[in-house]
């Protein structure tokens, strides 16, 4: 459980991170982190990171990709972790 905890804790660092060089990036004019390195830090638990920082530094909140999709990857882990605690932790 320690180590879940802990990636989780490390992925939503990553998540946010990238989120926040990209916007800098993007103001500097400078090469860019793809939307899918983004999406897929994101989908690996990263999530609430992710939006964290979307919503902090205002960056990709126009884009529906991001805007919808962050929000519905952050609803689907949820899910998928309160079935698994239902269904094996209890």
């Not at 990036?25 to 999530?47: C, D, F, H, M, P």
């Not at 909140?61 to 605690?85: D, E, M, S």
Request: charged share 15%; hydrophobic share 55%; glycine share 6%.
């Amino acid at each position: 459980m320690i180590a879940l905890l802990l990636y989780l804790l490390i992925i939503n660092a990553a998540g946010f991170c990238l989120m926040c060089a990209d916007k800098r990036r993007a103001q500097k004019n400078q090469w860019r982190i793809r939307e899918s390195t983004l999406l897929a830090v994101a989908a690996a638990g990263g999530s609430p990171g992710c939006l964290a920082a979307m919503y902090l530094v205002r960056h990709k909140t126009r884009h529906p990709k991001f805007a919808l999709g962050i929000p519905v990857i952050l609803v689907l882990q949820v899910a998928a972790g309160y079935f698994i605690y239902l269904q094996y932790l209890q």
